[in-house]
Each structure stands twice: as C-alpha cells, then as structure tokens.
C-alpha cells in the first residue's frame, strides 16, 4: 500500500469516527442543542481538525442522513436479492424497519428531520435534489420487492404506505413511552408483529395479496 493509499484510508476511517461519535451526540442532546464542541470533544479532535472534515454541524448531521438512506438502501438490496418467497419477503421488509430503529436510532431521528419544513428550507438545492434522489431510489427498491408479489399493482405505493404506518406505531409506542409505560422491548416487537398481520391481512383482502 502506498502513501497516499494508506493516507486515504486513514482519513476515511477518522470521518466514519467522526460520524461515530456525532451519531451518539445528536442522539443524547439532540440536532438543536449540540454544539460543534461537544462533537469534536467526543471524537477526540481539537475544533479545528473536525472543521478538515465537515464544514458545520448541519453538514455533519446531513451526512448523517446520507449514511443512513445507505444503511437503508443495503438492507432493502439484501432482502431482494434472497431467494425467500415474496410473502416471506415483504414480512422482512417490515422486520427491517423495526432492526434499523432499534440498531441505529439516531438514524432514524435523522430521517425524521426530513418533515421539518424550517430544516429543509435550510438545504442548499444540491443536498436538496440528492436527498430526494436517494429517497425515491429507497422507495423504488422496496416497490420492487413488492411488486414480486403484487406485479399488477401499484408497489410504490404500497411501500410508502408500509413505512407511514410504521413512523405512526413508532409514534403511537414513543408517546405511551413518554407518559411512564414500562418499556419492555419483546412487547414492543410483539405490538409491530401484530400490526403487521392486520397490514398483510388487508392487503390479501385487497386483492393484492402476498
């Protein structure tokens, strides 16, 4: 390996710390709150060398949102690409959801900030465009392991709606959470579980059936 070989690599390996350490702040202070000294501090960097990386907090936190529409891309491209029936698929796809909140909440949080219009106001019209590139691109992919069950109907969609109804459960636990229910993550998966039997349930009576 040469210099600049090794150079590169090391440099890509302080970013993915860099995005380490902001993924545990933005998740304990939250967006608003964090300061650029608390993420360099957490990261072990003097102010100055987080600046060699990421030119503000905001574009910190977008290449948050980047980094988690890639978790997201390569865990629906995982699902299709296996040789499991299109049911069995579909029912994965909702497991996945349910994986990436629990392994990466500050990703999910991340997406969240996508309904804020101030936020996106904010966006320069590159970051912007790509944003809803990578998006669509999500979107489509799960359309398309939806449509392998359901190729007359409309898989888009229907995988829009499979992750509006699931933001709505996360929604509905999270409040219950926040007014002092007893947190116990095997109900909480149960409580997903069942909402998806009444979502795949539905869809069968539907006609688009799995």
């Known amino acids: ?50 600046y060699l990386y990421f030119k503000s907090k905001e574009e910190l936190f977008i290449s948050l949102i980047f980094e988690a529409m890639s978790v997201f891309h390569g865990g629906l491209l995982k699902i299709r690409r296996s040789s499991r029936p299109p049911a ?5 796809v909702w497991a996945f959801f349910i994986r990436f909140r629990e392994e990466h909440p500050m990703y999910y949080k991340a997406l969240l900030h996508l309904h804020d219009a101030d936020f996106t106001r904010s966006l320069s019209p ?13 979107f489509d992919l799960g359309g398309l ?25 996360v929604y509905i636990q999270d409040t219950r959470r926040n007014l002092s229910r007893a947190y116990d993550p095997r109900k909480d998966r149960a409580f997903f579980r069942r909402a998806y039997g009444v979502l795949e349930l539905g869809l069968a009576r539907a006609g688009g059936g799995l």
């Open 145 to 169: 392991i939806v449509s392998e069950g359901a190729p007359d109907g409309r898989p888009r969609s229907f995988i829009e709606l499979l992750w509006a109804a699931f933001m709505g459960l």
């Open 126 to 138: 590159p970051v912007r465009e790509a944003i809803l590139q990578r998006s669509g691109e999500n």
């Open 88 to 92: 069995a698929k579909l029912r994965e």
């Open 1 to 50: 390996m040469g210099v600049r070989e090794r150079r590169q690599r090391e440099r890509e390996s302080r970013r993915r710390d860099i995005l380490l350490a902001a993924e545990q702040v933005f998740g304990e202070k939250g967006f608003q709150s964090a300061t650029i000294e608390d993420l360099a501090a957490r990261a072990e960097l003097s102010v100055g060398t987080l």
